[in-house]
């Protein structure tokens, strides 16, 4: 920041959608890419709530190896139909060094998990590739430790960085994570990177996301990152915390009570 007095903007895929301090970014779709149809029918619903990026996990980092681990490179062609029919970039995690490539040839921004924030050559790897990065607070990060893994991407001369508090470990069992809302004034403070949050995989309950949400826009976030699924009853990953149709509709109507969405 002391290099770095005004907030920087990121601009994402062939249709710059701006993630920064003057717009409110809703960032949605499936946890994890399952089929088309489904991939489909959540960028629908996305785009039709005003999300103007569509996320969607094919290579999954679950806490589990019996656990659906993503479609993979098949994943990646998925969310890039997807993206031609709706005009929606993507934004995609990669797991791997080894992947970096293959993920930054379909992808408009890369995520870099909580699993993997503090995998320092995942980290350099990206920063390599020149293309926008979602970096994830890790679970266990410190607010400082999140910025260094940034710093990790920065160095590399990637500065096209947004960085996402999607909520840390704690005692508290009732939440999935506790999400640090402290954490988006204290990192704004420290940092010209924008900010998101992820209301989805820090409460881990549907119920949850539009509160956090209007929690997060109160203390300046700079988006929402949050899973949307059309039968979240049958979903591979995380399906109490994706929001149907209906739940969008009101998340969308709360975001813009507060924040006008880009
Ligand atoms: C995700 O966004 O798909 C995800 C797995 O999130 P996190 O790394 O925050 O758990």
Redesign the pocket.
Known sequence: RQHHPDMSTVYVGETRVPIGPDTFTLIAGP??VETPEQTLEAAQMALAAGATLL?G?AF??RSSPYAFQGLGERGLQILADVRAETGLPVVT?VVDVADVELVASYADML?I???NAQNFTLLQAVGDIGKPVML?RG?SSTIEEWLMAAEYIAQRGNLDIVL?E??IRTFEKATRNTLDIAAVPVAHDLSHLPIVV?P??SGGRRDLVVPLSRAAIAVGADGI?V?VHPHPESALC?GPQALVDSDLRALATAVRQLAPLS
Do not use: L, V
Request: proline fraction near 5%; charged fraction near 40%.
């Open positions: 946890c994890a996320r996990g999954k980092p995690e995520q998990g909580t699993r994830k679970m996402c999607r909520g992820d989805s995989h990152i899973d995380d």
